[in-house]
């Protein structure tokens, strides 16, 4: 029992000299400036997740490579790396004479099929149908003399008193023509007084149409020398300058999107079960001043890749745009957490 109130006594010496030290401690504090400030907070009890974190990219949201839809000559190239771009703005535009002069010579050809259709339309004047039944009446006094004459022609031709063949039958044609002239002179009039036929009003404006349809297909060649951008973003490569030729399909510039990003990142197949769409997700970028973000889990790949084992999943990310560019820009290196 001895020993044993020793071996106490030895232990405990330190305690009891700790505990002489910190009385005097405060006890001096108290003797200097009074008791130091004590804070107090309520303590919750929670359950706390463990996180998963992996390591990933930041990718745009959008990468467009916008191309030529025609061949053409460079003559405007206000562009450069790094530039943001409204959507619509021209990034490039080729040279545009030639297909201005086309749509000029068929847009003349439009207004004259215009006029032409709306003439048949309105139909013929007062006046003109005024004229053609004036040449149908003199047709008819023309064929009835001509008629009359080749009768007394016949007559004379018949009673043998001084006509000949010849003279009865150039009567006879005569005759024959006043009445053709007659026959062509009512069927004007009929015509001009019904108006012209559907038919033609409906291949008049058949006309019209096709030209008009030529006339939009030389105005959609025409947007299509200037390329635009499709989104609002940055330049991020330049692929001709002002007097290059470019053919069709030629990439002229390159596009992103960066108001938004995804954070790119592969996960493990033992991992991927606990990530899932819409998930909050943490992500730190140590190249920032501001290094944290939160973003939300936006795709998961069904397809790993067959060497590594891993799932591309994306993050996107809320981007903040400053004067010179966005805070967040494609390859930095980012830290993805999750919490199931």
Same mark, same amino acid.
């Given at each position: ?12 010496? &330190? =305690? ?5 030290? =910190? ?36 990718? &745009? ?25 409204? *959507? ?6 080729? =040279? ?133 951008? &499709? ?60 290094? =944290? ?20 999943? *994306? ?10 560019? &966005? ?14």
């Amino acid at each position: 029992m001895r020993i044993a109130k020793r071996d106490w006594i030895i232990v405990t010496r &330190p =305690l009891a000299v700790a505990s002489w030290l =910190l009385l005097a401690g405060t006890t001096a504090a108290w003797a200097q400036g009074g008791p130091s400030p004590v804070v107090v907070a309520r303590v919750r009890q929670e359950a706390v997740a463990a996180g998963q974190t992996y390591v990933g990219t930041v990718m &745009p949201a959008k990468t467009s490579s916008v191309g030529s839809a025609v061949d053409g000559r460079v003559v405007e190239y206000p562009i450069d790396i790094g530039v943001r771009v409204g *959507k619509g703005e021209p990034l490039c535009k080729l =040279l545009t004479e030639t297909i201005n002069l086309q749509i000029a010579a068929a847009e003349a050809e439009l207004r004259l099929r215009t006029e032409e259709l709306r003439e048949l339309q309105n139909g013929m004047r007062p006046e003109e149908v005024a004229m053609a039944k004036a040449r149908m009446e003199s047709a008819e006094a023309l064929n009835e003399f001509a008629q009359g004459r080749y009768k007394r022609a016949e007559n004379l031709f018949q009673e043998r008193k001084t006509l000949t063949q010849e003279q009865l039958e150039e009567y006879l044609s005569s005759s024959i023509a006043a009445a053709r002239t007659l026959q062509a002179a009512r069927q004007e009039f009929q015509m001009m007084s019904k108006g012209p036929r559907d038919e033609s009003i409906a291949q008049a404006q058949a006309r019209v149409d096709a030209q008009a349809e030529m006339v939009q297909q030389l105005k959609d060649q025409l947007r299509k020398h200037t390329m635009i951008s &499709p989104f609002d973003g940055y330049v991020v490569a330049k692929r001709t300058e002002v007097g290059e030729w470019v053919m069709r399909s030629q990439v002229v510039a390159e596009v992103v999107y960066m108001d938004e990003v995804e954070v790119e990142a592969y996960v493990l197949d033992t991992q991927i079960d606990h990530v899932r769409i819409g998930m909050e997700a943490r992500v730190e970028i140590a190249a920032l001043d501001q290094p =944290l973000y939160i973003g939300q889990v936006a795709r998961v790949s069904p397809q790993a890749d067959v060497k590594s084992r891993t799932f591309p999943v *994306k993050v996107r990310v809320k981007n903040v745009i400053r004067e010179d560019g &966005p805070a967040l820009k494609a390859g930095m290196l980012a830290k993805l957490t999750t919490h199931a």
